[in-house]
């Protein structure tokens, strides 16, 4: 029969200690587990038979067995601006390529060029319909003749014209008189604009007045509007 070891002041007072901080653990939730109350166990033997003396490396073995261990690997940062997402999106979907032959850029060009054009043919196609869906829809009235003018005012110019040589096309002489917004000086200027004469009416020194219009040619942006007074 092995004889049991005397019963210290010491030896209650380690185990009076021993089942409070096994209470205390127990109402925080049971965060120890089975192994770590043998442990316990076998620190509480051990400290009765040594008469409750425990050394300084028995305890910080008995309070390292207490914490919480770290875990093994942080967890990677997420990202949290849309910036970041579309980068890590971009890396993910980055494979590596070894070195290329020039045949094998010149193909990878090649395919890239064709990709390019057949969205450019798409985009084209459907820009198309819409525009067909959209003649279709207007008036018949409307549809038959070409606008004169888009949208907003047409600008109206008087002038004199300076040459009537070309056939329903007239040369117009416009004198702009305006002063400089620094120095405050008389400035005169004058542009020359090719107008449309459908009925040859005006000739060289007339003053007209002329209107925007629809591109007729080349250089024709006005057409003739009335002739406000004759060349003497």
């Known amino acids: 029969m092995a004889e049991t070891p005397e019963e210290t002041p010491e030896t ?3 185990e009076v200690a021993s089942a409070a901080a096994n ?3 127990a109402g925080r939730g049971g965060e120890r587990s089975e192994t770590d109350g043998r442990d316990d166990e076998r620190s509480e033997a051990v400290a009765s038979e040594s008469g409750g003396d425990t050394t300084g ?12 261990a770290a875990p ?11 910036r970041e997402r579309l980068e890590q999106r971009r890396v993910a979907r980055r ?28 985009y084209r196609a459907r820009s198309k319909a819409k525009r067909a869906e959209a003649q279709a829809a207007r008036p018949a009235t409307e549809a038959a003749h070409a606008p004169e003018h888009g949208p907003g005012r047409a600008k109206v110019r008087q002038g004199i014209v300076v040459s ?3 056939d329903k096309t007239i040369t117009v002489r416009i004198d702009v008189v305006r002063r400089h917004k620094r120095y405050h000086k008389i400035m005169r200027t004058s542009i020359k604009l090719h107008a449309h004469d459908e009925a040859n009416d005006a000739g060289a020194g007339d003053t007209v007045r002329i209107q925007e ?3 007729m040619s080349r250089s024709k942006r006005w057409r003739l509007v009335e002739v406000v007074e004759r060349a003497r």
């Open 12 to 14: 209650v007072a380690d």
């Open 23 to 25: 209470a205390g653990e």
């Open 57 to 68: 490396t028995e305890a910080a073995d008995v309070q390292a067995a207490e914490t919480p």
């Open 72 to 82: 093994a690997t942080a967890p990677a940062a997420t990202a949290t601006t849309r």
């Open 95 to 122: 494979t590596p390529r070894g070195p290329m032959t020039p045949e094998e850029r010149q193909a990878e060009r090649d395919q890239r060029r064709a990709r390019t054009a057949a969205e450019r043919r798409r």
């Open 164 to 166: 009537d040589k070309a």
């Open 213 to 215: 219009c629809r591109p």
